[in-house]
């Protein structure tokens, strides 16, 4: 877990536990690099995949059948690797048996696949490494109605074809339960790659740290991964997270949950469905005022505010101190962080402070885009200009 100590663990009023710098901070600055204890697929089990099934890397075409089952590695590393951990035996005749068996999936929603494979792995966690799981249970997260519905589901499904050894984690309902509710509130994914506006998840996993990161619709950072393009002997499913504009020490680091483009009702039914809790953060409380906010998309009232804030987001532009956080414009945090790729919606965040660089590149997490953060004109350049 790189960057430690940049970040500490605090109680935050109404928020449960946070992550808040512990020094300041600058635009760039990774402040956290962390690795999952658990990954899963996120394909239905139908459905080829095209990445391997322990590194998540794009397969090439000289991958590696497991002798047991359908399951793709990208190199007899990665199947030796597995085999002890995330594809062990149980793994591997569990994944088989649900496979061959799509009638039980019948009448329910896709959900349900991805959270058999959950279950799966996290029961596999509990054998191959009990400490982890020990942390798994840790994460926030108490079971929803719609969890201990699924749960029941699930559980009879996995009983009856794939039960847990008996030194597992002892199997039961409750517990299903409160594994699905772990999933739910804490869960990345690791994306495939961007291609013509689409962007689908290849890979879900549960990270330590990571998920003790909250909630804000104008986030101070954001997360990146690597999946493919990973250097040898790196952690290719780790995340990392950048800060996205200066902050000063004692100030609450966090993530957007979902694209900053969706407008306030949009954010407000995603949050309460998926999360539980309906957010208050200063970007709602200013759109919570806003008349037909539901039917009024972030571009239209975007357009709006820079005719409106012209003046002071020039002003703001040129002024990157503590309270700029506080005082962001929303215009002025579209136009510098929001991607402008089509059909994009990413966040920037520049890249590392540098000695030797000269120009502060931003890139996006989503389409992988560079751009020089320098206004000419108004406009910022892009690297592809």
């Known amino acids: 877990m790189a960057a430690e100590g940049f970040l500490s663990v605090a109680e935050i009023d109404g928020r449960g536990r946070g992550l808040v710098s512990t020094q300041p901070l600058k635009a760039g600055q990774t402040v956290l690099r962390d690795s999952p204890i658990l990954l899963y697929s996120a394909f239905p089990f139908q459905n080829p ?69 959950f279950l ?29 519905s699924a749960a029941e589901f699930l559980h009879s499904l996995i009983s009856s074809l794939c039960p847990p050894p008996p030194d597992s984690a002892p199997f039961s309902l409750e517990l299903t339960a409160i594994l699905l509710a772990k999933d739910r509130l804490n869960a990345f994914g690791l994306m495939e790659p961007f291609n ?14 990571a998920s003790l990161f ?13 999946v493919d393009a990973a250097v040898e002997n790196e952690n290719n499913t780790d995340i990392i997270v950048r800060m996205i504009h200066d902050v000063p020490q004692g100030r609450e680091i966090c993530l957007s949950y979902f694209p900053v483009n969706l407008d306030y009702a949009a954010r407000q039914k995603r949050l309460l469905e998926d999360y539980g809790f309906a957010c208050d953060c200063d970007r709602c409380k200013v759109e919570a005022n806003w008349s037909d906010n539901e039917n009024e998309t972030v571009d239209e009232k975007q357009e709006e505010e820079e005719a409106m804030e012209e003046d002071e987001d020039e002003e703001m532009a040129g002024s990157e101190n503590e309270n700029e956080e506080s005082d962001f414009p929303h215009a002025y945090f579209f136009m510098r962080y929001m991607c402008d790729g089509p059909n994009c919606w990413g966040t920037m965040a520049p890249l590392p402070p540098s000695d030797v660089s000269p120009l502060t590149v931003m890139e996006c997490n989503v389409c992988g885009k560079f751009k020089n953060d320098i206004v000419e004109g108004g406009e910022n350049l892009s690297m592809d200009d």
């Open 196 to 209: 013509d506006g689409q962007r689908s998840v290849r890979a879900y996993g549960l990270y330590p740290m």
């Open 120 to 148: 799966i792995a996290a029961y596999n966690l509990s054998l191959v490494s009990p400490s982890k799981f020990q942390i798994l249970l840790s994460f926030q997260g108490i079971p929803s109605a719609n969890d201990s």
């Open 49 to 117: 995949s095209s990445y391997c099934n322990h590194c998540f890397r794009t397969l090439q075409s000289s991958s590696i059948n497991c002798s047991s089952c359908s399951a793709l590695f990208c190199s007899a590393a990665c199947l030796s690797s597995a085999t002890s951990s995330s594809h062990s035996p149980y793994v591997c005749q569990s994944l088989t048996r649900l496979s061959n068996s799509p009638h039980f999936f019948l009448n329910h929603p896709l959900e349900r696949q991805l959270q058999s494979r």
């Open 214 to 226: 909250n909630h804000d619709c104008l986030p101070n950072a954001c997360r990146f991964d690597y």
